[in-house]
């Protein structure tokens, strides 16, 4: 993929190989979206290629990459597959934040085990709750080792492969953090089909009384961390409008109307000219979050806040429209373009939603009193 800006020389190479592994992953990602299959192979190849050691900060025993190419990963893994995108950056959060968060106790087991290959989930969101996944409603009940819990967990990608989970739960009436190893007090909701990334397989979960151990709490989050999940979900989003306008342009510059190639048709170049164009700012939107926080600019997490508003709009649009150029034949199961529309939608309803998000924009620039 393209940059607007320079890597350094150790981070470009990691996107190189990260760059030659993706275009396997495109290979299959239909494959694992019709089977709604985990690709196994493929976050353990990006394992193998250390992108695991890359992500986890120097602090915490890694050896660190910079917001601008942890970006550029992602939305090279998500023009690709962005289920695999998905799996790891989800992986990526709770693994790294385990590190981080129980740095004081048990942090250097978890970024042991991160670098030793093993699997992480993120566990925070409850169907009551919406959006505010960092604000859990279910209280977790003392007991001789720590705590217990029971309730559930929604959309948790990955679950099924995932060796730890990141956990939150109400404390003495405060959110707090914890690692959980699934056990047979965490099970699976059988309700999962969902319409777009469905090789993600982000599972319900059921937690009867499960142990919460009081030396995997983790603190709260604080300044200095490396905020993955902010940083991914606007790229999620960017690789899927990437990919979705790449195979528009494929389609309308090989299907031919009345003898000329689609793409001269002065409407398909209308709109495909608004799409490039919308999708450019929302590249540069995000691209100047990402530099913000490399640069400790305290206004980098509104900005990542506002790059997801504008990917999910712009990657729904842009996937909308390869359904209009690509007509019947863009409806058709085998054609990627309707994977693009059903993968697109998924980022949404992602927390934050586009629909909170433009509530508390609007606050902000209204001038309305948040409660």
């Not at 969902?194 to 989050?221: H, V």
């Not at 306008?245 to 495909?272: C, F, Y």
């Not at 608004?274 to 700012?281: E, H, K, M, N, S």
């Amino acid at each position: 993929m393209q940059l607007s800006f320079s890597l350094p020389a150790a981070e470009q190479e990691l996107l190189d190989r990260i760059v030659v592994l993706a275009k396997d992953f495109q290979a299959e990602a239909a494959f694992y979206d019709e089977r709604a299959e985990i690709p196994v192979a493929a976050l353990e190849a990006l394992h193998d290629a250390g992108l695991d050691a890359a992500v986890l900060p120097h602090h915490v025993g890694g050896t660190g990459m910079s917001y601008l190419t942890f970006g550029a990963v992602v939305r090279t893994l998500a023009q690709a597959d962005p289920s695999v995108a998905t799996l790891w950056t989800m992986h990526a959060g709770a693994g790294v934040g385990l590190a981080e968060l129980t740095r004081e106790s048990a942090g250097s087991f978890f970024a042991d085990e991160f670098l030793a290959g093993k699997r992480f989930a993120v566990a925070l969101s409850e169907p009551a709750s919406g959006n505010r996944f960092l604000q859990p409603l279910h209280e977790a009940v003392a007991v001789d080792r720590g705590w217990v819990l029971s309730g559930a967990k929604r959309f948790v990608s990955g679950a099924e492969i995932a060796d730890y989970l990141i956990v939150n739960a109400l404390v003495d009436q405060q959110p707090a953090f914890f690692a959980v190893v699934p056990d047979d007090t965490v099970s699976i909701v059988p309700i999962w089909d969902t319409l777009g990334l469905r090789a993600t397989r982000s599972q319900l979960l059921s937690f009867d009384n499960t142990l919460l151990r009081a030396e995997y709490r983790g603190r709260a989050s604080g300044q200095g961390e490396f905020e993955i999940i902010p940083a991914g979900l606007p790229a999620l989003s960017l690789g899927i409008a990437d990919a979705a306008l790449a195979a528009l342009i494929e389609h309308a510059s090989t299907r031919e109307i009345l003898g000329k190639p689609l793409s001269h048709q002065q409407w398909v170049q209308h709109e495909v000219a608004d799409a490039q164009i919308r999708l450019a700012a929302a590249h540069a939107l995000y691209e100047r979050g990402l530099w913000e926080a490399d640069n400790a600019v305290p206004s980098f997490f509104g900005t990542f806040i506002r790059a997801k508003y504008l990917a999910n709009k712009v990657a729904v649009n842009v996937a909308q429209l390869g359904v209009r150029v690509g007509g019947g034949s863009g409806y058709l199961k085998q054609s990627p373009i309707q994977r693009h529309l059903r993968d697109a939608e998924a980022g949404q309803l992602m927390a934050y939603s586009t629909e909170v998000i433009a509530t508390s924009i609007g606050k902000e620039v209204l001038g309305v009193d948040s409660d």
